[in-house]
């Protein structure tokens, strides 16, 4: 797995130093025991593969931007990843990098790791729908249900969806019924491409802690996000949050916030694609600290953290975000598409 996520320490606060070392290990962690260096990583997942995010990613003959170009692979080439190494001392923030097969190297900003993992249609959603997650590198939503139809957008892996229904098409193919948050249109996926969240995914993490006992900490100048429990850190990410663009400042507003509003799922769009607009759908953990709109959220389009580059919110990788999503008040029910309260976790923009 490129999680990394068995990294710990003893220590119930960390130092700078220590954070910023595990920063460079990428995504997250709760914390316990804190490791020696660490130059490669070999937990992965047999069937590891990685997604090309940019408009083309550069294979080098090393870890490392000064090495040989071996290849060229384009937008949502899927490939296999085969081994994480840290490679020299560019970028700083972020040293991971991702082996390709055997044929080079690609930092891991640039490659979202992903897997195929089919599943088995459900006849049984209940009224109102429940919750999936796309488990493929990606799969297309139609207009209806065929893949001979209309395509209305890319669904990536991890992103979030409400499903109302089941539907066959001629050939017998199950395909689920999505409900579209932002403009309430209908899609149709098809459903080997999407595991419905059980509910034991969405109960609420460390339930016997006092909300009040609950705080979350972005420190924006070294770009991560700590969850504390009485003042004890139990849970760090590397995060990516608000940037300066060519068409205006988008900083991750500072100050004291609380998380009132949260969405498992929530389509994203705002400007013009031609102009640093977007237009993302299935954001996945979504949890809201300002009424215009910024929050924290799982992240599929980069896998670049340790770096300001977002519109104002905290982005982070979609297990990270859950996590998150799951620890704090208030709690979504399994049955809801939203929550919007007056309370909520503490939240230290720093």
Known sequence: ???????????????????????????????GRLLGTVTDFQNLYPDQQGRVLEEKVILYDIPSFSGKQVNVYWRDTVLPITKATVGDDEPAYNRIWYLLGNEGYAHSG????????????????????MLAEVTVPFTDAYWSPGKDREV?????????????????????????????????????????????VPNSELAPLSPNVPPSAKRLEVRTSEQVLIAYERDKPVFMSRVATGAKFSDGVYYTPPGRHITFHKRPSRHMARGNLAANGYDLSGVPWV?????????????????????????GCVNMTPKAAKWVFRWTVPVVPPHEQKVYEQYGTTVDVI
């Open 152 to 196: 209305a957008y890319r669904y990536y892996y991890e992103t979030t969806y409400w499903v109302i229904g089941v539907v066959q098409d001629p050939s017998g193919e199950a395909w689920y019924r999505i409900l579209e948050d932002k403009w309430e249109f209908i899609f149709y996926v098809p459903a080997a491409h999407l595991r419905l």
């Open 1 to 31: 797995m490129i999680d990394l996520s068995l990294l710990h320490s003893d220590d119930s606060k960390l130092t700078r130093r220590e954070f910023l070392k595990l920063g460079l290990l990428g995504m997250w962690l709760p914390i």
């Open 287 to 311: 949890t809201y600290f300002t009424e215009d709109g910024v929050s924290i959220h799982g992240t599929f389009w980069h896998n670049d953290f340790g770096k300001q580059r977002s519109h």
């Open 110 to 129: 640039l490659i979202q790791p992903v897997r195929t993992v089919l599943n088995l249609p459900s006849k049984d959603i209940p009224k109102g729908g």
